[in-house]
């Protein structure tokens, strides 16, 4: 029996109660919620031949991008490929995606999804793990065209339409088009209040013009949208807070924000990690006393060390063992790294060429080897983009490499690089105490 779903997709041997459960498993991936692995399961067990029912449970478990997730998602793969002969060409796409993805081949697996919506700009699973795989691969400019170029298919009538909005503004935030990509999103937001990619998109507009007040106040009217428990973006929208009340010096607030929802569970998901991770080394170039928070991190991320699968998650690892002097488990990581890097696939490039590098400054610069810490930031940062992340959360490597040049005593190059933060957001308390800093280091020569 052949079926289409919701958005007139097709879909091979499915019966009617699978697709049921398919298709809200698909709006509430969305809405990430944690609550779509429920229903993915259901569809699963209404027909354990539905191969878009396999497909959707490896996907919801390869989309965190971290090894510990590839046991829950390699079985539902090989299930789909075993009903790959059933399956139509739609189908055997998102298998082959999978495969990739799974096998470490993410640009070809971004590639085969790209092919996917070519041919069915309404096949929403292809384009949530891709518009994910332009994330994690850097690529800014398709985490904007990917959503434009499906939008003129899509229309009011087709439900989960709004969702794109917000996709389309976080795109257009990363290309520095700040003002459509904050009125896409706020339509997003309007159409429904709980898409928390469009309210993140948002946050990210006014993080990278300096709005701090302004973020504030967006997510604190907001709370109870993004930060419910089954809500896989609240940690993340909790580092958007705390990174606005950071830029303001309000420290007590971002560490009860830290201890209050960005540390509350102790998650263990290398995404959690990274927040959590990225806001104490923010806290940590500034000196601040963050009591024995690294102690739990370095702790957390331990596990990791020897299994990681993505160079951005490796980099953040590296900085709560630094900070929390973990001299063995850092060395223990720059080797489980440069192996990495040897191994051939997607990640080895952005390991060798990224990671590696980067993770040697932070050693450096945690062993106020200021010096080699700059020389390994001063060019890798203008290719870092490659290993993925936001502006806003690689704008660490830039802070790492001022507060090094400050440090260091390069006073000619700490006012440059202060000069380079004021100008893109002069409005910013954090980059005008930087730029008073590295003006105190003295005149230039």
């Known amino acids: 029996m052949s079926l289409h779903d919701m958005r007139g997709n097709p879909v091979s041997a499915a019966r009617p109660a699978a697709l049921a459960h398919y298709e809200q498993a698909t709006?509430?991936?969305?809405?990430?919620?944690?609550r779509a692995a429920d229903s993915a399961d259901a569809a699963v067990a209404a027909d354990p031949g539905f191969v878009m029912g396999h497909c959707l449970k490896a996907s919801l478990?390869?989309?965190a991008n971290e090894k510990t997730f590839e046991p829950q998602a390699r079985p539902a793969v090989e299930a789909a490929e075993r009903l790959a002969g059933s399956a139509n060409p739609r189908e055997r796409g998102h298998i082959a995606a999978l495969r990739a993805f799974l096998d470490g081949e993410w640009r070809q697996a971004n590639a085969i999804y790209g092919e996917i919506l070519i041919d069915h700009p309404r096949d929403t699973l292809a384009l949530q793990v891709a518009h994910a795989l332009d994330f994690y691969l850097g690529q800014s400019a398709l985490i904007r065209d990917r959503i434009a170029r499906v939008l003129p298919h899509w229309s009011e009538q087709v439900p989960g339409y709004g969702y794109l909005f917000g996709m389309h503004a976080f795109g257009l935030e990363e290309m520095g088009e700040y003002g459509r990509a904050e009125y896409a999103g706020r339509e997003a937001v309007s159409r429904n209040r709980t898409d928390v990619w469009a309210i993140h998109a948002v946050s990210h507009v006014m993080e990278m013009q300096g709005r701090a007040?302004?973020?504030?106040?967006?997510?604190?009217?907001?709370?109870?949208?993004?930060?419910?428990?089954?809500?896989?973006?609240?940690?993340?929208?909790?580092?958007?807070?705390?990174?606005?009340?950071l830029d303001l010096g309000e420290h007590d607030r971002v560490l009860a924000l830290y201890d209050e929802r960005i540390r509350a569970g102790h998650s263990t998901v290398a995404l959690d990690l990274v927040d959590a991770t990225a806001m104490l080394w923010r806290l940590h170039l500034r000196g601040a006393d963050v009591g024995n928070r690294w102690n739990e991190l370095a702790d957390a991320w331990q596990g990791s060390i020897d299994g990681g699968w993505y160079a951005f998650n490796d980099v953040h690892a590296m900085m709560s063992f630094v900070?929390?002097?973990?001299?063995?488990?850092?060395?223990?990581?720059?080797?489980?790294?440069a192996r990495r890097a040897e191994n051939g696939v997607t990640n080895a490039e952005l390991t060798r060429d990224i990671g590696l590098?980067?993770?040697?400054?932070?050693?450096?610069?945690?062993?106020?080897?200021?010096?080699?810490?700059?020389a390994l930031l001063e060019d890798v940062r203008l290719i870092a983009h490659r290993f993925?992340?936001?502006?806003?959360?690689?704008?660490v490597l830039h802070l790492t490499l001022t507060e090094a040049a400050i440090r260091g005593g390069r006073a000619n190059y700490a006012r440059a690089l202060a000069a380079e933060r004021l100008a893109l957001k002069p409005a910013s308390p954090t980059n005008r105490k930087l730029g008073e800093r590295?003006?105190?280091?003295?005149?230039?020569?």
């Open 61 to 63: 478990s390869a989309i």
């Open 213 to 245: 007040r302004d973020g504030i106040d967006w997510l604190a009217a907001r709370t109870a949208d993004w930060g419910a428990p089954d809500n896989l973006f609240a940690i993340h929208n909790a580092w958007h807070l705390a990174l606005f009340h």
């Open 357 to 374: 590098p980067i993770a040697r400054a932070l050693r450096a610069f945690g062993r106020r080897d200021y010096a080699t810490a700059i």
């Open 438 to 445: 590295a003006r105190a280091l003295g005149a230039p020569a």
């Open 323 to 337: 900070a929390a002097g973990r001299e063995r488990d850092a060395d223990r990581l720059l080797s489980a790294m």
């Open 27 to 34: 709006n509430l991936f969305l809405a990430f919620s944690a």
């Open 388 to 395: 993925g992340g936001s502006h806003a959360q690689r704008d």
